[in-house]
């Protein structure tokens, strides 16, 4: 059984750092594409951003919201993805969930439960 | 992107069938076959209902079912559920990697 779990959330000041974590068991990590999807408070989901398997090769997409503020990367060797958020804003504000993708073209996924983040002064 | 289009509400009751619409553009829903719907409880991870259009994953009932006609994809629940009454949402590939999620729609079963 394939198993997503966040963890890192906070609350930190606007302009503030945070790195958000993401354990992964179950698939061969090396392997898989993983995005990053959050929701604000009482709000719909929003995509943040993909990185693909290293074999695949490429650039990480990112969301124009967050482009140049966060950036996405993986440890292979600890089965892990990581979300470093920099320059934080009140409207950054949510839960953040990670989730694996079977598809290149997204579709077929499993989600973590999510994590926190409050950005407030 | 601009977000995919859904109704905010939508109702049924017991036993009889609800279509939730997710309008977008030929860039997005009409340009490729990769459109995805979630059914989300409050304060639960979204669980994916439907992708590929049409494709039910193992487990989801086949009460869900998926649909798209250009650019505006649907949700069908049939024999509505009391469990049903939750928040779901569609998304759609749109093009250099980028995904696109519509603004959620709550379903009330009457």
């Known amino acids: 059984e394939v198993q997503v779990v966040e963890s890192g959330g906070d609350l930190v000041k606007p302009g503030g750092s945070l790195r958000l974590s993401c354990a992964v068991s179950?698939?061969?990590?090396?392997?898989?594409?993983m995005s990053w999807v959050r929701q604000a408070p009482g709000k719909g989901l929003e995509w943040v951003g993909r990185?693909?398997?290293?074999?695949?090769?490429?650039?990480?997409d990112y969301s124009a919201p967050v482009k140049g503020r966060f950036t996405i990367t993986r440890d292979d060797s600890k089965n892990t993805l990581y979300l470093q958020m920099n320059s934080l804003k009140s409207e950054d504000t949510g839960v953040y969930f990670c989730?694996?993708?079977?598809?290149?073209?997204?579709?077929?996924?499993?989600w973590g439960q999510g994590t926190t983040v409050t950005v407030s002064s | 992107q601009s977000a995919l289009t859904q109704p905010p509400s939508a109702s049924g009751s017991l036993g009889q069938s609800v279509t939730i619409s997710c309008t977008g553009t030929?860039?997005?829903?009409?340009?490729?076959?990769?459109v995805s719907w979630y059914q989300q409880h409050p304060g639960k991870a979204p669980k994916v209902l439907i992708y590929?259009?049409?494709k039910r994953p193992s487990g989801v009932p086949d009460r869900f079912a998926g649909s798209r006609s250009g650019n505006t994809a649907s949700l069908t629940v049939s024999g509505l559920q009391a469990e049903d009454e939750t928040y779901y949402y569609c998304s759609s590939y749109a093009g250099s990697n980028n995904l696109v999620f519509g603004g959620g729609t709550k379903l009330t079963v009457l």
């Open positions: 990185i693909k398997s290293k074999v695949a090769g490429g650039p990480v």
């Open positions: 590929e259009v049409t």
């Open positions: 989730k694996w993708e079977t598809s290149p073209f997204y579709g077929l996924d499993v």
């Open positions: 030929s860039s997005d829903i009409g340009g490729y076959n990769y």
């Open positions: 179950g698939i061969p990590f090396s392997d898989a594409w």
